[in-house]
């Protein structure tokens, strides 16, 4: 018959196996909840990644003169996105079939505020006697006194002098809701709106293979789509 000693001794022994077990499991479900937490922490540093955007980061979303340069930039055909006249094309075919895609084979002008200060358009697009695209950009919604009329004017008076037929001019009113301008007449005008031009950009995404420039055109396409 086990001594009191060998008793006691036997009942200090379950004590402590009993306490290892217990250290064991706890450091179990430590280590399941850190785990777990590491888990849920990269699963979030891969949102804030995936939601990243230069345009919101910078505050550029909003800010009209970013927005005409970045546009300005897409219809180049010498910009350095390296893709002709993709961009413009694409921009045309939202006001019909009014100048043929062959126009658009040859090099053309891009004049903008920034290389004609006096311009009252944000943009202008022209090929002498073929075809020009004139752009208001009016993303914040504000029109100076008969500004549309005055626009139309300037737009006839540069298709003019470069001997371009009327029917290949193009007048853009480019707001957030494609509304007509109320500073003129809006007949001569094709309302496009932001959401619009977004979509229709969108369409050319997967044919981009410089990855820089897509990553570019998918912040500034998400940006302006909600505008």
């Known amino acids: 018959m086990p001594s009191k000693v060998q008793k006691m001794s036997a009942l200090l022994s379950k004590f402590r196996t009993l306490g290892q077990s217990k250290r064991e499991k706890k450091l179990t479900q430590m280590s399941a909840l850190l785990s777990s937490f590491s888990d849920i922490h990269q699963q979030s540093r891969q949102r804030q990644v995936a939601n990243f955007n230069l345009f919101s980061l910078l505050q550029l979303s909003k800010n009209e003169a970013t927005q005409t340069t970045v546009l300005g930039w897409l219809l180049d055909a010498e910009g350095s996105h390296g893709q002709g006249a993709l961009f413009l094309e694409q921009l045309v075919k939202l006001c019909g079939d009014s100048i043929p895609p062959e126009h658009f084979s040859q090099p053309y002008r891009l004049l903008c505020g920034a290389i004609a200060p006096q311009l009252r358009l944000d943009l202008v ?9 004139a752009i208001d950009n009016n993303l914040l919604d504000r029109e100076g006194i008969n500004q549309a009329d005055l ?6 008076q540069l298709g003019s002098g470069q001997r371009i037929p009327k029917e290949r001019q193009i007048a853009i009113f480019l707001t957030p809701e494609g509304r007509a301008p109320v500073s003129g007449d809006p007949s001569p005008w094709h309302q496009i709106s ?32 909600r505008v």
């Open 151 to 156: 626009e139309i004017i300037e737009m006839r």
């Open 125 to 133: 697009l022209y090929r002498p006697g073929e075809f020009l695209v």
């Open 194 to 225: 932001y959401p619009q031009l977004a979509a229709a950009f969108d369409q050319l995404v997967p044919q981009l293979n410089d990855l820089k420039l897509k990553h570019i055109l998918v912040d500034w396409i998400e940006v302006v789509s």
